[in-house]
Structures are given as C-alpha cells and as structure tokens.
C-alpha cells in the first residue's frame, strides 16, 4: 500500500506503549513530596487514574509497595507508601473525585490500608465484562478500544525492592497513562449497549461494599489438608500453621516462601519428635529449616499433648458441593439443573459472562433453598435479599419465576398421578 508517498508501507495495527509521554516521574518519598502533589491533584481536572502494585508472594500480606496516579493538569504521580506512609492528604485532595481502576477490588483494600477511598469509581475491566469484550485484562483492553500495545512482562516482580528498577517504573507508570482514555471508551460501548446503568450500579455496590470479615480459622483453606487422617494431626497442622504465619508476620514475607503446605501437611501427618526427623521430612530442607526447627517442633509437641483437639469439622453456612445435591437434596439438585442453563442463556443473549449476569454462589443459594412462593415478586425479593444488583434482579427474576412455576407444576402433576394410582395422598417437599 501506499501511505504519504511511501510504497510497501504497513501501517500498524497497534502501537507501541512503551514510554510515558511525559517522561518517567521519580517517585515520591517524603511528606513534603506528598503535599506538592495532593496540591497538584487538587487543581487538576477530570477523573484520577490510579493503581498499585504489591508484593504478592514476596511479602507478609497484601499492602502496595508503589501507588501511581494520573490526572489531566497534574501529569504522573508515582508515591513510595512505605516511605511516606498514610496518604489521607491525597485522599482529602481528590474529595468528590471519580477514581478510574482496573479490576477494583484488587487494588481498593491495600488503598484503604493507606487511608484512602474513593467517593465515585469506574472500574474499567469490569466494564469490559459487562460489554462482553472477550480479553478483559487492561493490556487487552487498551488494545482493542484505544489501539496502544502494553507490555506486561514486570507484574509478578517483588515490588519491595528498593530502588526500584527504572523498567519496572515505565511498566508502572504506563498502567495510569491512558486509563482515563480507557474508561471513556468502555462507556461509550456500554452505553451503545444499553449497560451503562447496570455498570454504574455495579461500581457503586464495590464502593460501597465494607470490608472483608476476617476468615475463620484460616488454616483449614491449607492445600493438602485432605491427607490429615484425625483430630491430633489436624491440630498438628492448626499449630504449624499459625507458628508460621507468626514467623512469617514477624519477618514480613509471604508464608509459602518459609515453608510450602505440602510441608506442613507431611509434618502433621508423620509427626517427626527430634531435629533429625523433622529435616529429613519433605520440605524441611536447608539451614533456614535447621535454624527454625525448634519452633516446628514445638508446635507439634503442643498438639500431640493437647486435650482440647480442635474438631474435624465445623459449622458452616457453606452450601454443600453441588456434586454431593443428588444425594443431599435431589429437588435442589433438579432446580439447579434447570436454573442454570436458563441464566446461561440469558447471559447469551445480553453478552456478558454469566457469573456477572448472576453471581454462581446466588444461584446455588437461591436453587437449594427457593421462596414458597413462585410469584415473580417473591423471586426478586429473594434475589435482593442474597445480594443481586437491582439490573440483575430486573432480567433474572421473571425467568427465574417462570422456571420455578413451572417445576412447582410438574411435582404437583406427579403427586397428583401417583394420588390417581395409589389411592392415597402423596407427600409434598416443602419448597419442592
């Protein structure tokens, strides 16, 4: 082809991100660094593009190790919190602000840490699902909407370093620099799509949404906890875990980085008495577990003089696994059959993924456990009550309804048919 004079010419069908167009800022590690740039927020103009990066698998929790801003008038801010520490004078600068992110709920906790929240927010990859985009990712979705290429290659780094690698800064600072382009363009499709509405309904439950509780007992998510035979090795692996979550806070480094739980699963089963033992079991290897045994050791020799085991199995809200309904509840078990490819369908049909169409956990709760009634209102009231979004409730709660009928029907056309044989009234589930 022939572009401006030039033959054989191919024009690109991306380009290139690969530099801030403002240069690279340094980052900003003291108060007084902080308060320049709160003033400068506070007169720029339009949403805030922010984000952070963290630590993840290197250190003890999940708090950011870099937050970068972008915000028309005030250019790139990349801020060391480790440094500086809270950044409420930021959060006070951007009051009444729109913050735009990129998968929200990744970033808000670790920006709640540092005293921040936003008071509106647009979160442009879960726009990017509600419009059915297939690759929601930020690097796929400024690629398809605004035609820029971004390299990912430094996400997964230790972000704890210091100082941080100029390289690993462009990537950071390339994050924020067109995100705010970004989210005009998922607006503009959601709006075409008619979506516009359920999106910002959506961003505002995250807002708004509170903290996480913490979990309870924590330990029993160990991978592998299925090999402990009985209640003194389950307390063994209660024991190891909680010594090497305190050694692991206490060192400030992510726990899998001590020890693996294949470990800790090996050592609460086999229950190794001396130094020896312990280091010859599977994934107690080098001088750091020599250092440490005595701490392993002890927390077993807890467990294997403790009266109080803690119980194989504890209370809980959880719905069983749907594999296990057939038995458990069959009549739960045929209206998830039935539920679930009806909401795929809709789903379909609005393209959207169908776990953002209705959340998975909504379903299953609302398949093993239905209102009596099967009124459309009473579907939606229910549907409210496990936490759907009101759009959400608008396009399930009629399908829902009719489907639910329609089962209530046909257990009552069976009954009816074995009473017509029998000669005898049938009994009826409740909720059936």
Known sequence: MVVDGFEDYTVPRTVPLDRPHDGLPRVLDTRSQLERAAEHLHVATGPLAIDTERASGFRYGQRAF?????????????????????????????????????????????????DMWPDRLFDTELGGRLAGLPRVGLAAETEELLGFTLAKEHSAVDWSKRPLPEPWLTYAALDVEVLVQLRWAVEDLLREQGKLDWALEEFEAIRTAPPAPPRKDPWRRTSGITKVRNRRQLTALRNLWTAREDLARNRDISPGRLLPDSALVAAATTMPRTVPQLLKTQGFHGRAAAREAPRWLAALQEARGAEDLVPYTVASDALPPVKAWDTKRPDAATRLKKFKPMIAELA?????????????????????????????????????????????????????????????????????????????????????
């Not at 801003?69 to 409420?88: H, K, M, N, W, Y």
């Not at 009473?378 to 549907?383: D, M, R, S």
């Open 66 to 114: 870099l937050v970068q801003l972008r915000r028309e008038g005030a250019g790139t801010i990349l801020i060391d919190p480790e440094a500086v520490g809270s950044l409420g004078i930021i959060n006070e600068a951007l009051a009444g602000v729109e913050w735009v992110l990129h998968a929200a709920t990744q970033d808000l906790p670790c920006l709640r840490e540092l």
């Open 348 to 432: 379909a049909q609005h393209g959207m993924p169908t776990e953002n169409l209705l959340v998975p956990e909504h379903l299953r709760r609302f398949a093993w456990s239905p209102p009596r009634s099967t009124t459309d209102e009473a579907v939606a009231a229910q549907l409210a009550e496990l936490g759907a979004r009101q759009w959400q409730i608008a396009i399930c709660a009629p399908a829902l309804g009719k489907t639910w009928r329609q089962l209530r029907a046909a257990r009552r056309a069976k009954a009816q048919k074995a009473e017509d044989l029998t000669g005898e009234p049938q009994e009826t589930v409740s909720g059936a």
